[in-house]
């Protein structure tokens, strides 16, 4: 019942401020903006009458690798909605990520015999399950668009699974966030952590030449090297199963130590007064 109760208030409280829109705002607009920009580029620079400016694009494409503008439209797509839009998330839900801890929201349902489990499972499964739909979505919606307005390079099979790995990554982030800002109770600290954190870690792992085999080996291949020429996904299935599977089992434990530490403090809802 209590749980029941926790999916009700956190849904409403979701839905009926501006959290759901702003997760929908940060998602959905990316898979529009982004083909819209590349193709507002392409179009100027085919009406530049300087020939040099009008090979900018192709340049573009020999530099990375990436074989058609479709792809380079659905990558950047996936880029942004595993960067900018998870900052953005992150921003959003801070309150329901461990700030809502410091302005006494918890006195009520605290006093009503909420226990730790059933104050975070809710969390758990609303915010990372909307992220995940809205991600894939918002993915797969970029991809549709930049097919149709490029050369259609981005194959059905390609849209869904970089879309699946997309949502996968945006939702492990978004629970070590969660984690993270509920033991802490300072989500703003742990927004700028997670944002800068992240990228530093991929740089170090790429360093020591650590790419395949965890979640991160998702990022890298939804921003580019799935769409490059050469790339077999037969060959990179196994370190995408492992990459899918290491997140599914790190956002276990992150709940675990989530709930660890709700169990080992209690929340402190009162003032701090004089004892006299």
């Known amino acids: 019942m209590q749980i029941r109760?926790?999916?009700?208030?956190?849904?409403?409280?979701?839905?009926?401020?501006f959290r759901l829109g702003g997760v929908l705002l940060a998602t959905l607009s990316f898979?529009?903006?982004?083909?819209?920009?590349?193709?507002?580029?392409?179009?100027?620079l085919?009406?530049?009458?300087?020939?040099?400016?009008?090979?900018?694009?192709?340049?573009?494409?020999?530099?990375?690798?990436i074989e058609g503008m479709s792809s380079v439209a659905f990558s950047s797509v996936m880029t942004e909605l595993s960067a900018t839009s998870m900052l953005v998330i992150m921003?959003?839900?801070?309150?329901?990520?461990?700030?809502?801890?410091?302005?006494?929201?918890?006195?009520?349902?605290s006093c009503t015999g909420l226990g730790a489990f059933e104050y975070l499972v809710p969390k758990f499964v609303v915010y990372p399950a909307t992220v995940f739909a809205s991600g894939f979505a918002a993915a797969c919606l970029g991809g549709l668009f930049s097919n149709l307005l490029f050369d259609g390079s981005v194959s059905a099979g390609t849209l869904v699974l970089g879309s699946?790995?997309?949502?996968?990554?945006?939702?492990?982030?978004?629970i070590i966030?969660?984690?993270?800002?509920?033991?802490?109770?300072?989500?703003?600290?742990?927004?700028?952590?997670?944002?800068?954190g992240i990228p530093l870690v991929q740089m170090i792992l790429s360093g020591l030449d650590l790419t395949e085999y965890h979640p991160l080996t998702l990022c890298s291949l939804?921003?580019?090297?799935?769409?490059?020429?050469?790339?077999v996904l037969a060959d990179n299935a196994a370190s995408i199963i492992v990459?899918?599977?290491?997140?599914?089992?790190?956002?276990?434990?992150?709940?675990v130590l989530a709930l660890t530490v709700q169990k080992a403090r209690k929340i402190n809802n009162q003032e701090d007064k004089p004892e006299f």
């Not at 109760?5 to 401020?17: N, P, S």
């Open 31 to 44: 898979a529009l903006a982004e083909p819209l920009l590349l193709w507002g580029m392409q179009a100027l």
């Open 164 to 174: 699946l790995m997309c949502a996968v990554y945006m939702t492990f982030v978004l």
């Open 91 to 109: 921003l959003v839900l801070m309150s329901p990520c461990g700030g809502e801890q410091k302005r006494r929201a918890t006195i009520i349902p």
């Open 222 to 231: 939804i921003t580019g090297r799935m769409f490059r020429s050469g790339f």
């Open 5 to 17: 109760a926790g999916l009700k208030k956190e849904w409403l409280q979701f839905t009926r401020t």
């Open 243 to 255: 990459g899918i599977a290491l997140s599914v089992v790190i956002a276990a434990m992150m709940f």
């Open 177 to 196: 966030y969660m984690s993270v800002g509920l033991c802490t109770s300072r989500p703003g600290i742990v927004t700028a952590a997670v944002y800068v």
């Open 46 to 65: 085919s009406l530049s009458a300087n020939h040099g400016a009008g090979l900018e694009l192709a340049t573009l494409l020999e530099m990375t690798d």
